[in-house]
């Protein structure tokens, strides 16, 4: 997975997910192997990068990606 910062939309750091805890249909619980770097703030988001296909855009401005919203706690 990468973690992606929400107003450059490039990878701020690569992580490996140990283990998912569903809470409901749109929230879960990520125990990553790495700690999550300073760098990362709430806002910023969570791909998962095995699922994203290759795709080529031109003529184009991407402004926003539509995904979920990172909100951590680093206890």
Request: with cysteine; glycine share 2%; charged share 20%.
């Amino acid at each position: 997975m990468a973690l992606i910062n929400k107003e450059s939309l490039l990878a701020i750091a690569d992580n490996q997910v140990q283990q998912v805890e569903r809470i409901n249909d749109k929230e879960f619980i990520l125990t990553l192997a790495r700690p999550v770097p300073s760098g990362v703030k709430t806002g910023d988001a969570v791909e998962n990068v095995t699922a994203t296909p290759e795709v080529w855009i031109h003529h184009t401005t991407i402004n926003r990606i539509p995904t979920v919203c990172a909100d951590y706690d680093q206890t």
